[in-house]
T-cell receptor, first 111, second 114 residues
Framework: GESVGLHLPTLSVQEGDNSIINCAYSNSASDYFIWYKQESGKGPQFIIDIRSNMDKRQGQRVTVLLNKTVKHLSLQIAATQPGDSAVYFCAENQAGTALIFGKGTTLSVSS | GAGVSQSPSNKVTEKGKDVELRCDPISGHTALYWYRQSLGQGLEFLIYFQGNSAPDKSGLPSDRFSAERTGGSVSTLTIQRTQQEDSAVYLC????????????FGQGTRLTVV
């Protein structure tokens, strides 16, 4: 079946470094992608989204890149902070259908 | 309310009992989703409601699971004859129209079947 997945289950970085979290998707019909952050014991929190007619979108300290040719999505976090430590999920969606999530990448930031 | 509210936050039940989990979505959001998350795992899609359309039930793992959404607002997820493998965090999310808009999640209900 079609699914969204992540390349690495864990990522460890030093405080102040830039982090890149990757995600591969297989459904070429997906037209909307979201990154979520989930801290321990909490529900996922929206970070940033991007539509399929874009290849880059920037937020505060975060950038999402979409490469539709190779069906690849990435989340870049600038100047990573200890508070960024969490599990990050990408999710895909087609209009009118449910969001489908990948398995998640655990980001650990050390001081 | 200001966000998605789920109740109870924790539920411990005996194997074989039925449980009901409640979700109050953000006011005005027409789309509502239920997911299940086992410890250390990703989010498993269960069911999706969009407006007055028939719900997408394709993620429900068995006929012991059902959900309804009354009046286009509050939703209840019911698990009948609970099993130990049903133990997980059940997450609800809502979005403005489900047509590519971002979904906002509640804090979840942690279900433990003993």
């Amino acid at each position: 079946g079609e699914s969204v997945g992540l390349h690495l289950p864990t990522l460890s970085v030093q405080e102040g470094d830039n982090s890149i979290i990757n995600c591969a998707y297989s459904n070429s019909a997906s037209d909307y992608f979201i990154w979520y952050k989930q801290e321990s014991g909490k529900g996922p929190q929206f970070i940033i989204d991007i539509r399929s007619n874009m290849d880059k979108r920037q937020g505060q300290r975060v950038t999402v890149l979409l490469n539709k040719t190779v069906k690849h999505l990435s989340l870049q976090i600038a100047a990573t902070q200890p508070g960024d430590s969490a599990v990050y999920f990408c999710a895909e969606n087609q209009a009118g259908t449910a969001l489908i999530f990948g398995k998640g990448t655990t980001l650990s930031v050390s001081s | 309310g200001a966000g998605v509210s789920q109740s109870p936050s924790n539920k411990v039940t005996e194997k074989g009992k039925d449980v009901e989990l409640r979700c109050d979505p953000i006011s005005g959001h027409t789309a509502l989703y239920w997911y299940r998350q086992s410890l250390g795992q990703g989010l498993e899609f269960l069911i999706y409601f969009q407006g007055n359309s028939a719900p997408d039930k394709s993620g429900l793992p068995s006929d012991r699971f059902s959900a309804e959404r009354t009046g286009g607002s509050v939703s209840t997820l019911t698990i009948q004859r609970t099993q130990q493998e049903d133990s997980a965090v059940y997450l609800c999310a809502s979005s403005l129209d489900g047509l590519g808009m971002s979904a906002f999640f509640g804090q979840g209900t942690r279900l433990t079947v003993v």
